[in-house]
């Protein structure tokens, strides 16, 4: 046979049939299957997709224009001052602890007590206080917890500065500490070896961290916060 009638009468590639899986022999799957993409489903189905485009890049621009305007790095928020060491002296042990404790959540004052590395050693009062914060509230309330102890020194708060000090600039350093109110000078002592510098704080009067230091500086010696 010529290979020209060959090719006209047998096809070389007979395609395969591929069967449609919701296609079945039931005529009512056949029309529900087949109305999805036809008729009004087909023509509802078109309407919505400009809808549905127009909210994605509404909602797509939305969100790039609210990251633009969040900051990269956010803030930190600046401390008001240098924070400070605060002692208590004139109490020592659990007992006293406790009462000061409860004297400052009676006056509404946060802070907490820890007793000191030694059984003698000051207490430790940590609050949230810097240079700039009144020292008044502290001080009241440290004087009421321990008030009625007669023959024993009085509780009182102590600011505790460093500070060059020797045995020339002492005395000029504890004559600017006089003229100042809400500081008791006399009971204010000075570490010489030490270079620590102890302000006791009378209650009544409004007095900060910041007032002693700018009083420390008129006697010529530099005060620091902190070691």
Not at 22 to 42: A, V
Not at 152 to 178: G, K
């Amino acid at each position: 046979m010529p290979l020209e009638r060959m090719m006209a009468t047998r096809p070389l590639f007979k395609a395969p049939q591929i069967q449609n899986p919701f296609w079945t022999s039931n005529p009512t799957n056949q029309r529900s299957t087949s109305s999805i993409f036809t008729g009004k489903n087909m023509s509802k189905w078109i309407c919505h997709i400009p809808l549905t485009v127009a909210v994605g890049l509404a909602m797509t621009m939305a969100a790039s224009a609210s990251r633009d305007l969040l900051p990269r790095h956010l803030p930190v928020e600046p401390r008001t001052g240098q924070r400070v060491s605060l002692e208590i002296v004139g109490a020592a042990g659990p007992l006293a602890v406790a009462e000061i404790q409860r004297s400052f959540a009676a006056n509404r004052v946060p802070a907490t007590v820890r007793p000191g590395k030694k059984n003698n050693s000051p207490l430790k009062l940590l609050a949230n206080i810097d240079q700039n914060t009144d020292l008044n509230a502290w001080s009241q309330a440290v004087a009421a917890a321990l008030s009625n102890r007669p023959g024993q020194s009085p509780v009182a708060l102590e600011l505790v500065l460093y500070a060059p000090i020797t045995a020339e600039n002492e005395t000029p350093v504890l004559a600017q500490l006089e003229k100042m109110k809400g500081v008791d000078a006399r009971h204010s002592t000075v570490d010489v070896k030490r270079g620590v510098l102890r302000v006791r704080i009378r209650g009544g009067d409004q007095v900060t961290a910041k007032d002693v230091a700018d009083a420390v500086r008129k006697a010529g010696v530099v005060p620091r916060f902190a070691k």
